[in-house]
C-alpha cells in the first residue's frame, strides 16, 4: 500500500475537494478551534490546498473534525479509495503492492 510521493493523509483528504467547500470547511475549522486562517479566498488553488494539510496537522489533529464538516455531496474521494484498497488487499481481493492515483 503506498501513498503516491509527498502526499499525506491530510493530502488524501482535501485532494479533489471542490474549492468552495474546501474554503468553507477550512473557515468553519478555523473559527471553531482558532487556527487563524486568513486570505484564504486569494489563495491560489495550491495555496489553498496546503493551507487545508497544515491546518489539519494543527491542535493534535484535526481529521476527524474536518471530515466531519464535508458535505456528502463532498466526500474525500482519495481517502474513500485509499481505504477500499487496504480493505481488498486485507481480504486478499486486491493483489499488492498497490499505489492510489491521484
Given amino acids: 500500500m503506498r501513498l503516491p510521493e509527498g502526499f499525506a493523509i491530510e493530502k488524501a483528504l482535501t485532494h479533489g475537494i471542490p474549492r468552495d ?3 468553507r470547511v477550512l473557515t468553519q475549522l ?5 487556527l487563524s486562517l486568513q486570505g484564504l479566498e486569494q ?9 487545508a ?6 491542535k493534535s489533529g484535526l481529521h476527524a473534525q474536518f471530515v466531519e464538516l464535508l458535505p456528502p ?3 474525500p474521494v482519495a481517502a474513500l ?3 477500499s484498497a487496504v480493505t481488498d488487499l486485507a481480504r486478499g481481493t486486491r493483489a499488492g503492492p498497490w499505489t492510489l492515483q491521484a
Avoid at 30 to 34: E, G, V
Avoid at 43 to 51: E, G, H, R, T, V
Avoid at 53 to 58: E, F, I, T
Wanted: proline letters at 3%; charged letters at 20%; zero cysteines.
Fill in 43 to 51: 489563495a491560489s488553488d495550491k495555496d489553498l490546498q496546503a493551507a
Fill in 53 to 58: 494539510v497544515k491546518a489539519l496537522k494543527q
Fill in 73 to 75: 455531496s463532498s466526500p
Fill in 81 to 83: 479509495e485509499l481505504l
Fill in 30 to 34: 478555523s473559527s471553531t478551534w482558532q
Fill in 21 to 23: 467547500v474546501l474554503l
